[in-house]
């Protein structure tokens, strides 16, 4: 990619919607490629790595501690794919500004794609599994329905919130650079404290309504309904959740609008 290319991305009457999300698909393209260059499976690996978890999983809790959860597999595998997504692309997202200092440096380079750039490559291996989860769940006894319309708003709704938490930890450890490693530790935590490999309904009573303020949790029970009952699931959560999102995404956006005027200096 030339530098004109990056250089015109941005003019003194602000940004190019079309030619941002031009770049943004070149920089996702770049980065997919380096991240399996001269590897033998290549994009394989995004599948390959849930996989792998979820046949631990499913073997552990199943065979060795059974939870009695119906259709487990595919419940774990809504759980892992998802949650792969969103702790990947946050995490990824805390080093992309670092991880870059000949763009930031750019003239006219817009750097606010950085942390989205995360998102959307990560977003690229949860789509490559997709289909694999789909034809698993109908193998597996789903209900598959018209209601599977509704992962797309619900998969809208995750990408909007992966992005209102990279945007503010990308901003965060350019100045702290502990940041992304204490973003490591609590998803490391929340991994566990998400209903990824459980059901929420072994939670107890009294910690449950705590649980689903998890925003993660409202999502997973979401992919849930879809993939495994063929329902809609409750449309009043995920709303919250997007509003929320939403708000959190624009106050982060701007911080990290005024913030990157010193990045350059600062890296």
Sequence with gaps: MSDTRHSSVTHRDGIDPLQV???????????LRIRYKRSSLGLL???LNPLAQIVIFSFLFVHVMPLGVE????????????WSWFSTAVIGA???VIANPEL?????????VLPVLSVTSNAVHFLIALPVLLVWAAFDGGRLSVSLLGLVPLIAVQFLLSLACAVPVARLNVRFRD?????AVIFMAAFYLTPIFYSADRVPGALRSVYMLNPMAILLDGYRKILIYGEWPDAGPIIVVAAIAAVLLAWSYRSFTRASMRFAEEL
């Excluded at 259709?71 to 998802?82: I, K, N, Q």
Aim: aromatic share 14%.
């Design 71 to 82: 259709h487990y597999t595919t419940f774990v595998f809504c759980g892992v794919l998802s």
């Design 45 to 47: 690996w995004a599948l």
């Design 104 to 112: 930031v440096k750019r003239p006219g380079f817009p750097v606010g």
């Design 21 to 31: 999300a031009d770049l943004l698909w070149e920089l996702t393209l770049r980065d």
């Design 179 to 183: 940041t992304q490693h204490l973003v």
């Design 94 to 96: 805390a080093g992309s």
